[in-house]
């Protein structure tokens, strides 16, 4: 019950029930702890609304890390511009989440590398929670095997599970050469 003020005043304990509508959205980014030279990397992103209410637009940035080539995903909501890759979506109800899968293929480094892959959540409702709105996936990615030339092919074929085959050339007198 509220009793009116005279001309001027003011009563702020007053509550008229406005409140400004709150979602915590929160992310989680998985994929491989490793993957060898060239072959494909899957991300997946999971997006959840942990409420108290519905989160109607919220938008997903991932800086893809570098080295990487031939990023792509499927989703029609994102896009792969710059080396970023940018998602929107929405409405997304209490509890209800939304997965964005990112391939890319692995680079050849020189030495091992960590390929650590951030992402970050914003939602258009105040978020009570902000904490959970990153998140990070390291992927190790080895060096490329270098073959010592002095051990020699025969010895390197066979160390890597192969053969070798060598063709020698005869001169003109069927001496080898």
């Known amino acids: 019950m509220v009793t009116p003020k005279g001309a001027g005043q003011n009563d702020h304990g007053a509550d008229f029930g406005f409140t400004n509508p709150q979602a915590d959205l929160s992310v989680i980014k998985v994929g491989p702890a490793k993957v060898n030279p060239g072959e494909e990397i899957e991300y997946q992103i999971i997006v959840t609304n942990n409420g108290p209410n ?29 080396g970023k890759l940018t998602c929107s979506g ?13 391939r890319a293929d692995a680079p050849y ?24 709105n990153n998140s990070c996936w390291p992927t190790e990615v080895p060096e490329i095997p270098v073959i010592n030339p002095a051990i020699g092919g025969a010895a390197a074929a066979a160390a890597l599970g192969g053969f070798l085959l060598i063709r020698r050339r005869r001169n003109a007198t069927g001496v080898a050469m």
């Not at 997903?60 to 896009?79: F, H, K, Y």
Request: one cysteine or more; glycine letters at 8%.
């Open 54 to 82: 519905t989160a109607t637009r919220w938008t997903v940035t991932d800086p893809l890390p570098e080295g990487i080539t031939n990023a792509r995903t499927s989703n029609a909501d994102c896009g792969i511009a710059a």
């Open 90 to 102: 929405g409405p997304l109800a209490v509890g209800q989440s939304h997965t964005i899968t990112v």
């Open 109 to 132: 480094p020189a030495q091992t590398v960590v390929l650590k892959n951030c992402v970050n959540v914003k939602g258009t409702e105040p978020d009570p929670n902000p904490d959970n």
